[in-house]
């Protein structure tokens, strides 16, 4: 009897050992977690390495950005902005005039019309002589200061002109014939005088062409200050 029941308790341990795993592990080691599933015909695959889908949200709609009112407005401006044409200068001729005429209207628009450019051609009369000279220089220090580098070019027969068109010019010399005028020029070139001319020089019979020309918006301040001066002098257009 106590051998039966010695049996009994043995083989009740090697059924707990073996269960317990003191024996070792099945080559399958799912089939443990089977064992230890609990209720697995209720479980239920929702998905396969996937998120379960939510709900689809629609897009908000895109609100456009408001335009500067200040934009709008100067691009319309701009669009309204009409461009100008420039206005075109104005010529005037005086042909003719005795050379003391031409010299007292030049000194009138140099003095009060300074925006005008003026042009000087000699209309020679026969007989007229040749000049040489430098031309005019802006004020009388300038000139004098001329006059100084002529002397350290060795040149002293010179003379400076007081008044007149010519105001500040530096007579170097006055000829019968071009060929004489043309000889002291090259004689002042060989000395280091490079601003010196060559020109026809007024006779008693030669007149002077004067041409100014400069804005519109002046030409009848200039008409009305030339006729104060010289009424008989007629401006035309320039040729």
Partial sequence: MKILVFLLVLGNLLFYAFSAGYFGRPDNPDAVRLDKQVLPERMRIVSRGEAPAGPVKAPEPVKPEP???EAR???TAKAEVVAKPAEKPVCLLW????VAEADQLGTVLAGRFAEFKLARQLVAAEGSGWWVFVPPLPNKAAAEKKAGELRQFGVTDYFIVPDG?????????VFSSEKGGQDRLAELKDKGVRSARL???PGKDSTVNLQASGPAAAKAALLAAVGKVLPKAEAQGCK
């Avoid at 068109?165 to 010399?173: D, E, H, P, T, V």
């Fill in 165 to 173: 068109f010519n105001r500040y010019a530096i007579s170097l010399g």
């Fill in 199 to 201: 020109a026809p020089r």
């Fill in 73 to 75: 407005v100067e691009e």
């Fill in 95 to 98: 042909e003719h005039l005795p």
């Fill in 67 to 69: 335009v500067a009112v």
